[in-house]
């Protein structure tokens, strides 16, 4: 979907800093509440949230203050995440990628590309796959012809530009980068340069509009192909130095703890006045519910405490001028998966108490457990990930050990 709204003259003179994006999104909550089902029935956004997006500028709530942004700390994209996932899992994942993908394009495309994204007029909101799924050359006068078909363009529906990424090849075959990884780049481009093919329809996460969309042999200069897998961003806040893959899986994170959150709150409502065979009252006055509900929440307190812990103290590091170190990268990549793993079992935990209520439709906590199984098939969430983490955690703890000895 497209609205009229999007034009927002001056952008770069614009600054956000003043906003205050958690209290936009907590105001938000009854209307998103409100639109979620038909939202969920055309497979995209509604346009009144859309427009409420853009309308208090919470779409560029993490792209830089030059460029007319909020440039969020990495606290505040957890905690504006979540809450608004608390609302609706479908629009916290829309707003978790375009918002992101945004900063990809405001941290490490080139100048041409800002010029055109943030020069004036319709302000870039920016979706995509930075996966390096399709295939680039190098031509003769060094630019760059690619093409590829790209899926999970979530937030789509609302964007005018898109992000794509490209893995480099050339005669001899793909070319290695000095740590021996494949050359990539990432294609920036307006709306009307790709294919936008309809085809979401799934289980859950049903209104992201992550729909397919489709590269077909363009050709760009080098500021339109740039790298953002990199930690030298081109502009922006000295956080930007953590990866804006950080950042990607940051979002993550905080879509899912919104998800368990809600979840925990359906669950204490819905127990409070269900009876079930056997019981003799409310369920919720029983221990075994109360039991099961402590431990669940226990482990939403937990998780979203480590994962802020996580993300700050890579944000501290980038502040000082440093990368990430492999064992601060293993441990981000670590969670990123588990909170997949474990999220989705606190939601399906409530589900479960939830009786008849969680399969009788409209069903807030049955959407969650539709929504939240489906952000686990992520790629993020792959176990090959915990594979990877776990030599650079072995070695810590083997660390530890000989320091004592």
């Not at 995509?128 to 295939?135: E, R, S």
């Not at 670590?334 to 069903?363: M, T, Y």
Request: proline share 5%.
């Amino acid at each position: 979907m497209q609205t009229s709204s999007q034009a927002v003259p001056n952008a770069r003179t614009q600054q956000s800093e003043a906003i205050d994006y958690l209290s936009i999104v907590k105001d938000m909550a009854p209307l998103v509440n409100r639109e979620a089902r038909a939202a969920e029935e055309q497979g995209d956004l509604t346009a009144p949230v859309v427009d409420l997006f853009l309308d208090t500028q919470l779409v560029w709530f993490m792209t830089p203050h030059e460029l007319g942004g909020g440039g969020a700390s990495i606290r505040t994209c957890i905690e504006v995440l979540e809450e608004l996932a608390r609302s609706d899992g479908s629009t916290g994942w829309s707003l978790m990628a375009t918002s992101i993908h945004t900063l990809y394009a405001s941290g490490w495309a080139g100048d041409q590309v800002i010029d055109a994204m943030f020069g004036g007029g319709e302000r870039a909101i920016v979706a995509g796959m930075p996966g390096p799924i399709g295939k680039a050359t190098r031509q003769a006068d060094g630019q760059f012809r690619g093409s590829g078909r790209f899926g999970f363009a979530s937030g789509s529906g609302y964007a005018n530009w898109f992000l794509a990424g490209m893995t480099l090849v050339d005669d001899g075959g793909v070319p290695l980068m000095a740590n021996g990884e494949p050359q990539t780049l990432t294609f920036f481009l307006p709306r009307d340069r790709i294919t936008y093919v309809r085809n979401w329809d799934v289980l859950g996460l049903k209104a992201t509009a992550s729909n397919d969309f489709i590269v077909n042999d363009e050709v760009v200069s080098p500021d339109y192909a740039t790298n953002v897998r990199t930690f030298t961003p081109l502009r922006g806040p000295d956080r930007y130095r953590m990866g804006g893959l950080a950042f990607g899986a940051a979002g993550h994170c905080a879509v899912v703890l919104g998800m368990m959150k809600r979840a925990l709150e359906e669950i204490a409502v819905i127990a409070s006045g269900k009876s079930r065979l056997g019981y003799g009252g409310p369920i919720g006055k029983y221990p075994t519910f109360q039991k099961d509900f402590a431990t669940q929440e226990a482990i939403y307190t937990a998780v979203r405490t480590r994962v802020i812990d996580i993300f700050e103290d890579l944000e501290r590091c980038a502040e000082a001028g440093d990368a990430p170190t492999a064992a601060q990268w293993a441990r981000m990549y670590q969670f990123v998966a588990w909170v997949h793993d474990v999220g989705p079992e606190v939601v399906r935990n409530c589900h479960a108490w939830a009786g008849s209520s969680g399969i009788r439709e409209p069903s807030v906590i049955g959407r969650y457990l539709r929504d939240s199984s489906t952000a686990r098939m992520h790629s993020v969430a792959d176990p090959i990930k915990l594979v990877n983490a776990a030599p650079h955690l072995i070695e810590l703890y083997a660390d530890r050990s000989r320091d004592r000895a």
